[in-house]
């Protein structure tokens, strides 16, 4: 079975055999499968034990073979592809519409409770917090390849609604949490939610762009994206509309975020000009849609294994966010579009909440 991209091999599902993509094209026969599992899950170890190189471990006594064999997840929903997950009402994948649903639910908790604890907080500090979680921050935050294992045995076969009863304390730290699962689901697909035989598609989509030509908006455009999305499987298409949707909630919170800023930012005569430009530089990023999108374009479409080496390419990098950029100002901004019903009604609900907190 595909293992996906970041795995770049095969593994048998029955006995845990594991062989790398390139070598098992020139590798003629095979042992036969014995029918059992060749490599026990091994318990949890403790952090220190994943020090590298292990402190008391003589490296010259290592095994020199390779493992032929790994433990075997039994996953419900990471590495299964999208025509074969459970959905919800909208043919989302249900463990991706569960993660983004607690992920707004609880940045939307935190921007309406961030206020006053930071009232409270400032009279014990000299350093204010930022008033409320920077979202796309919480996205760009990286973690090391234990951490992302942990949380995929962790929610392998379950979905992550213990995050949404027993938050964690910061309520950061839960954001987090859940901005890694929708990645790692991402990325552990088999194939991307833009298929690889569509790559070339979406970066000719980068056409449309405004910075890419001066002329206006014509009806070729928009034909042309209508084609593309009509490209799509059902599933891929509804999986797609939901992220592009969840951005817009992001951006939504970004902007509460800016204006906070902005309301707390300190008069120009108590900060010098060179500091004071580099705030407004830093909070004019803060809603930009490229800054999320450049998170999700490395999860939502990928070349196939043969070109994998396109990624490699700036132009190719610049197309790709380009083209989501098109994407997401289409789910968004086209009214009756294939967007359908779902976006009015999410759009107009997390614009409505932000008013709320802003007023409140």
């Known amino acids: 079975l595909p293992s996906g991209l970041t795995s770049q091999g095969y593994q048998c599902g029955v006995c845990g055999s594991v062989f790398h993509r390139i070598c098992r094209i020139f590798v003629e026969e095979h042992p036969p499968c014995p029918g059992r599992m060749l490599v026990e899950r091994p318990p949890p170890l403790p952090p220190e034990a994943f020090i590298f190189p292990p402190q008391d471990t003589d490296l010259y006594q290592r095994e020199t073979k390779l493992p032929t ?26 463990f991706l519409s569960t993660a983004t649903r607690i992920f707004e639910k609880l940045a939307t908790f935190n921007a309406k409770g961030t206020p006053k604890r930071q009232a409270r907080q400032q009279s014990s500090t000299s350093t204010p917090p930022l008033p409320m979680a920077d979202c796309v921050g919480v996205y760009r935050t990286s973690a090391n390849g234990q951490e992302l294992y942990e949380l995929e045995c962790a929610y392998a076969d379950q979905l992550p609604t213990d ?138 479409l990928w070349p196939s294994w043969k070109n994998v080496t396109l990624l490699a390419s700036q132009d190719v990098e610049s197309k790709r966010l380009f083209a989501l950029d098109c994407l997401f100002e289409h789910f968004n901004k086209t009214p009756g579009s294939t967007s359908g019903h779902g976006r009015s009604a999410r759009s107009v609900q997390s614009k409505s909440s932000s008013i709320m907190i802003l007023n409140s």
Do not use: W
């Open 69 to 94: 064999a790994a433990p075997i997840i039994k996953h419900t929903y990471f590495t299964v592809p999208l025509e074969k997950q459970i959905t919800d009402a909208d043919d989302v994948p249900i």
């Open 163 to 300: 995050i949404e009863t027993k938050p964690i304390h910061p309520l950061e730290k839960s954001l987090v949490t859940l901005a890694q699962l929708i990645k790692r689901f991402l990325r552990q697909l088999p194939q991307p939610v833009i298929p690889v035989e569509l790559f070339q598609r979406t970066l000719d989509l980068a056409s449309l762009h405004p910075l890419m030509h001066d002329s206006k908006t014509s009806p070729n455009d928009a034909s042309k994206m209508e084609e593309f999305l009509s490209a799509l499987p059902p599933r891929n298409l509804a999986t797609l509309r939901h992220l592009m949707l969840h951005v817009s909630f992001l951006l939504c919170h970004q902007r509460l975020l800016k204006v906070r800023l902005s309301t707390n930012m300190p008069s120009k005569s108590q900060k010098g000009r060179q500091s004071d430009s580099v705030s407004t530089a830093v909070m004019d990023q803060l809603d930009d849609p490229r800054q999320i999108l450049t998170v999700f374009a490395h999860v939502l």
